[in-house]
């Protein structure tokens, strides 16, 4: 199957979530960042000439269905990994598709093998507020999204997120390469064109997800970028000091989104964990 992208949509309660699923082996499905959708995996494509590479759409993301009642992001996955016949999978996820990922280890865990959780822990950990983002730069960023969401300034909104969810404290935007901010534009633009209009309630944190963090028993990888926000490196640490097979990975020289900064030695990042942990 190496080479041939197959397409889908599995059906979940009041929706779809839609799938591409490409090469041969023990599977790794990919699970995006808020605000993104599936294409933000391309560099990871590589590792399907190893292992069946799954990526999915998250409801309200890309080309799955906008929502219309509660849900919750990791039975989403689960329906997935069940439809697909996938068995058990490693789970990779960026920020908010990392805290799906370990949100399904902790509703599903017969369905996960292992995670590789970037730039976030469990969903309970993540509430937008001073119990996560404390640095003064992290809620400057805060408070100019929601001062666009006020606005209804998707341009104002999309800036202030490519902020804190890609460039980071320490970078200017032509500090980043423009093909990866132009891919990231046009993602965040096609969410909020063709699902935020629409409205739809948010998903459903896993209730106590923080607490019960150390209850997952499978190998877990805390990515984080060098030069990422301070929040969202004390969080990935926190995170696997809390989980007993937690271990820490750092990219440098990137941000909040290290597999398309530095997606080279993120792939290198995740083959030597795929291989230590077999």
């Known amino acids: 199957m190496t080479g041939t992208i197959l397409t889908g949509t599995v059906p979940v309660e009041g929706g779809h979530i ?11 499905v990919f699970l995006h960042g808020g605000a993104m959708n599936m294409r ?7 590792l399907a000439a190893d292992h069946t590479v ?30 697909l016949g996938l068995g058990s ?10 805290a799906t990922a370990l949100d399904t280890a902790l509703e599903h865990p017969a369905l996960v093998t292992a995670v590789v959780s970037c730039g976030a822990g469990a969903s309970s950990m993540a509430p937008l507020d001073e119990r996560m983002f404390s ?10 999204l929601a001062a666009a969401q006020a606005a209804l300034d998707a341009q104002a909104w999309t800036e202030a997120f490519l902020e804190l969810g890609l460039v980071g404290p320490y970078r200017e935007f032509s500090d980043v390469a423009p093909a ?7 993602m965040i633009t ?4 063709t699902h935020v209009v629409h409205g739809g309630p948010p998903p459903t944190p896993v209730a106590d997800a923080a607490r019960r963090a150390a209850e997952i028993g499978v190998p877990v990888l805390g990515v984080v970028g060098a030069i990422d926000s301070p929040d969202h490196v004390r969080v990935v640490r926190e995170l696997v000091d809390i989980v007993p097979t937690g271990r820490l990975a750092v990219i440098e020289s990137s941000g909040h989104m290290p597999n398309l900064d530095r997606p080279e030695l993120f792939n290198d990042t995740l083959r030597r964990f795929l291989t230590a942990v077999g």
């Open 190 to 193: 096609d969410t909020l064109t």
């Open 18 to 28: 839609a799938y591409e699923l490409t090469g041969e082996g023990s599977p790794l």
């Open 89 to 98: 999978a490693v789970l990779v996820g960026l920020s908010m598709g990392a």
């Open 135 to 144: 640095d003064p730069w992290t809620r400057g960023r805060l408070a100019a």
């Open 40 to 46: 933000m995996w391309e560099p990871q494509l590589a």
């Open 180 to 186: 990866v901010v132009a891919l990231c534009r046009e």
């Open 54 to 83: 799954v990526r999915l759409d998250a409801r309200g993301h890309g080309s799955s269905s906008t929502p219309t009642a509660p849900f919750r992001q990791c039975d989403d996955v689960a329906a997935a990994l069940h439809e």
